[in-house]
């Protein structure tokens, strides 16, 4: 099992209308300071084309969730937890779609739980250091112990560049998240993977990156995939951090893709 003193995280799980025969849900894992609601978007695509789409909330960011005072966010931590809710409500592997933190546990789970992983995709996200600017200005809210505006805003100006003011309404509500999860999450996220996860993980995987994100590279993401023969790169145009919601058909059309040229893994 995936580790019994592991909180179960909270999973919107959806079912197509009409199959296309994909028996493997995608697992979609949200980013730091950031809500499942940033996946509608994709998950309509997903669903219109035939494929189960599960939403999942990372620990402690599920409204209302309070978190026992006993657990400790970390990446590990996160990816049992999800493990732990994938192995109750589904038998066999899925398919892990991270975007930027979430990017970071789906790593740590496929590589920890690899019976649990069908593919693995990272959007918007490599294991490579990130922006020193943005790393040194998130560390400051960690010792200061709150996020302040100004943080806020240039961490929106980021990940979603100029978004109308309804979508930045619902798209910075993921700062409401209480600083006790909010903090340790984000230097989960800034930390990283440990060294030795990528080469453990095994699942063929795909990086999905917007060409114009302000928080990883294209060389990152590039010089990542070229390490190992079963990754693989699709770039979207003009797009940035947030490709899923900047882009939804695009990236539904690349997973499908994906998942039909990659899973099951031949006989």
């Not at 849900?25 to 950031?34: D, E, K, N, T, Y």
């Not at 340790?184 to 063929?204: D, Q």
Request: overall charge negative; some cysteine; aromatic content about 8%.
């Amino acid at each position: 099992m995936a580790g019994s003193e592991a909180p179960f995280t909270s999973v919107d799980i959806r079912t197509p209308v009409v199959s296309a025969g994909e028996t493997a849900p995608a697992v979609l894992i949200h980013g730091w300071a950031s809500t499942s609601a940033y996946w509608e978007p994709l998950a309509g695509k997903l669903l219109d084309a035939g494929y189960p789409a599960w939403i999942a909330d990372l620990p402690g960011y599920h409204p209302g969730e309070v978190l026992s005072p006993e657990f400790e966010w970390t990446l590990e931590s996160a990816a049992a937890s999800l493990a732990a809710t994938l192995e109750a409500k589904h038998s066999g592997p899925v398919h892990l779609v991270g975007h930027s933190l979430g990017g970071s546990v789906a790593l740590t789970l496929a590589a920890g739980f690899p019976q649990l992983t069908a593919t693995l995709t990272l959007v918007g996200m490599v294991p490579a250091p990130p922006n020193e600017g943005f790393r040194s200005m998130l560390q400051a809210q960690w010792k200061q112990g709150f996020i302040d505006a100004g943080t806020k805003v240039r961490c929106m100006a980021a990940w979603y560049g100029d978004p109308p003011y309804q979508d930045e309404e619902l798209l910075s509500r993921g700062f409401d998240i209480p600083f006790k999860v909010l903090g340790p999450s984000g230097e989960a996220a800034m930390t990283g993977v440990e060294p030795s996860v990528p080469g453990r993980v095994h699942a063929p995987l795909l990086v999905l990156a917007g060409t114009a994100d302000r928080v990883r590279s294209m060389e990152q993401m590039a010089a990542f995939v070229d390490a190992d023969p079963r990754r693989r790169l699709k770039a979207i145009p003009g797009a940035g951090h947030s490709v899923h919601w900047e882009q939804p058909q695009q990236c539904a059309e690349a997973l499908q893709e994906f998942w039909k040229t990659s899973w099951p893994p031949p006989a």
